[in-house]
């Protein structure tokens, strides 16, 4: 079972950059499809971004698309999430999450096995 870890919320204005990290331990990181979600108060968690074990898959939000870059290093056992041009409503509870049964980048939340605690990122205007 893997524990995840993240990191490098805060506090910024509206278009600045933001890069998440997301620290794996327990299980072998390579063989997980790594996920980014995000939940702002009173909606639903949504999906932000998802990279394939080798890091040669991506896909992302269309609300994101051009802004974030998603990326692992197999050899830390990390995943980040590199957020530029940040806009006010992406204030969120970010986090990451990892799939471990099928091996395909994915979307939803249900197809994810494993989450952490999550990192807030607030956006001012």
């Known amino acids: 079972q893997v524990q995840l870890v993240e990191s490098g919320g805060g506090l910024v204005q509206a278009g600045d950059s933001l890069r998440l990290s997301c620290a794996a331990s327990?299980?072998?990181?390579?063989?997980?499809?790594m996920g980014w979600f995000r939940q702002a108060p009173g909606k639903e968690r949504e999906f932000v971004a998802t990279?394939?074990?080798?890091?040669?898959?991506?896909f992302y939000a269309d609300s994101v698309k051009g802004r974030f870059t998603i990326s692992r290093d197999n050899a830390k056992n990390t995943v980040y999430l590199q957020m530029n041009s940040l806009k006010p409503e992406e204030t969120a509870v970010y986090s990451c999450?990892?799939?471990?049964?099928?091996?395909?980048?994915?979307?939803?939340?249900?197809?994810?096995?494993?989450w952490g605690q999550g990192t807030q990122v607030t956006v001012s205007s």
């Open positions: 990279i394939s074990r080798n890091g040669g898959v991506t």
């Open positions: 999450a990892a799939e471990s049964t099928t091996g395909v980048p994915h979307r939803r939340v249900s197809d994810y096995d494993y």
């Open positions: 327990g299980g072998t990181f390579s063989l997980y499809i």
